[in-house]
């Protein structure tokens, strides 16, 4: 791997407005105060601490229903906090933009949770409210149950999963970036006019899945289009993100399977007419510090002790079949087959070296993966490795909010610093404009078409 110097790399927090999002079992600790998740006050001290510590964004993973077969038990989720029960993280959002100044404010929407023409008009709202600080992770659900809390008999197949996508963002693209023309909000007060239809466009999409009329009712927002990210990682999931993505949200077992996926990615956007840097990566790490390595370890062994096979299982249920029989133990997870994410199957496949992992290993690899011990120094020889594989910024797993939080702000950023590994200061303006320099998404996006699109329109 060509060894580069050192540049900032960017932070985000993965967090989800519940009690159980990754690392399950931990919220039985008594300082884990993601207990009380549905307490704003906690969700304030972590977003305080994350601007402290000079993050570039809080974000937000969502479900809109239970992991597990259609019509299956779910008392382990339930036992288990996993991810039920859990809140809206957009509402959240709301109260966390008028309590920050800079972070970026990202969360998941699915295609399927929300009509498209009302999703871009709460965007709009959030992206004003926070003077452009939203983001959305584009995400098409993974899970039967989500399915069928919306209307249908099941998850539609994964491939169908991303044309319904296609079509969603082309929908929202046309609202935020098409319907209004620049200065059609003139609020003028001498002459009575607040905005000039003229430069005010309906849209009429007509497409297999939405019929959308428009204008869109929200004025343009500081970014209009909100930065996009993505994490499907299959080779429907790359297309997408090759497409769309502004970021790409990745979980590779290692720095050199995160390399060729970058490169894979990053090479289809080129084919499409955009540019590599147009897309940022991030791998979703978790850490455990320690002044010494020693105590990092004994850090781990007490956090691992709270740990919960059972929440890792039924999180990832590649144990099961899509009928919801188990398979056997020795199973290759080679020969596992998944409606859900087949991105993350495909990187646990990869996990070791020397050998195939079979069902049996699951709970332990969900437990153990991306998996950062040691020292500050030794997490920054190791965010070095990963930089040096191209990988943009990191999604910081959380074990114990906002304790995960506190400690990587006050002892891991400033050595990340010190190596020209993170940021002093935050860039003025919007989200958009402290990631990539610029407010509006770039000529190149698919989205940019719509510009001036519809002044045919009335
Ligand atoms: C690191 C990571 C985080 C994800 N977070 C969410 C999430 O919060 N909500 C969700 O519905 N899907 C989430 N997904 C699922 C993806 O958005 C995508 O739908 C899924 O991986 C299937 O796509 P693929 O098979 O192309 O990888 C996540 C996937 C990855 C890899």
Known sequence: ?????PRPL???AFVMNTASHIQHGQWRHPDARQIDFNDVGLWIDVVRTLERGLFDAAFFADVTGLYGPA?????VNAREGLQIPSNDPSVLLSALAVNTEHLGLAFTSSVLQEHPFNFARKISTLDHLSKGRIAWNIVTSTQENAARNFGLDAL???????????EYADVVYKLWEGSWDDGALVRDRATGVYADASKIHRIDHRGPRYSVDGPHLSSPSPQRTPVLFQAGASEAGRAFAAANAEAVFIAAPNPAVAAEGIAATRAAAVALGRRAEDILFFQALSFVVGSTEAEARRNEAELDSYASP???LAHMNYGLKPDGSAY???????????NSSKGILEWLRRSFPDREPVVAD???????????VGTPEQIADRLQEWQDAGVDGINVVNWRLPQSYDEFADHVMPVLRA??????????????RKLFGTDLLNDRHPAARYRGAFKDQP
């Open 362 to 372: 699951l709970a332990d690899l969900l437990g153990r993966r991306a998996r950062v």
């Open 156 to 166: 539609p197949e994964h491939g169908a999963r991303y044309a319904w996508a296609a």
């Open 328 to 338: 056997p133990p020795d199973t290759p997870l080679s020969q596992v087959e998944t």
């Open 310 to 312: 059972d929440g890792f």
């Open 419 to 432: 190596r020209g590994l993170a940021q002093y200061q935050y860039a003025p303006g919007t989200l958009r």
């Open 1 to 5: 791997m060509p060894h580069r110097p």
């Open 10 to 12: 960017r932070f985000n």
């Open 71 to 75: 019509l299956g038990s779910f008392d």
